[in-house]
């Protein structure tokens, strides 16, 4: 059983920060490449970031870059996603998701969280 679980999301203002936590029940989280993607009302899921299995690779969206930042601690078992400047159309559904390589495709991943929501207001 594969249990992802988002948390973190919430309401803030246009500017604001938040970080976002993805807490895996899984006992090989340290061989799983994790991802952000996100999801607007009407929309594709879209990726936001990935990290690699030790934390040394990452990528980033072009629309989040220079402002989302991916890190995770394996000792925990969790990933993040440290989120700045946040705008308008940042607003959407936040999904932790993990797979056996990195890949910006949803298809590619095997596990899911439920998801998280994350609005910001102008």
């Known amino acids: 059983q594969v249990q992802l679980a988002e948390s973190g999301g919430g309401l803030v203002q246009a500017g604001g920060s938040l970080r976002l936590s993805c807490a895996a029940s899984?006992?090989?989280?340290?061989?799983?490449?994790m991802s952000w993607f996100r999801q607007a009302p009407g929309k594709e899921r879209e990726f936001v970031a990935a990290?690699?299995?030790?934390?040394?690779?990452?990528d980033y969206a072009d629309s989040v870059k220079g402002r989302f930042t991916i890190s995770r601690d394996n000792a925990k078992n969790t990933v993040y996603l440290q989120m700045n400047s946040l705008e308008p159309e940042d607003t959407a559904v936040y999904y932790c998701?993990?797979?056996?390589?990195?890949?910006?495709?949803?298809?590619?991943?095997?596990?899911w969280g439920q998801g998280t929501q994350v609005t910001v207001s102008s």
């Open positions: 998701a993990a797979a056996t390589l990195l890949s910006r495709a949803p298809s590619w991943y095997d596990y």
């Open positions: 899984i006992g090989t989280f340290s061989s799983k490449a």
């Open positions: 990290i690699g299995r030790t934390g040394d690779r990452k």
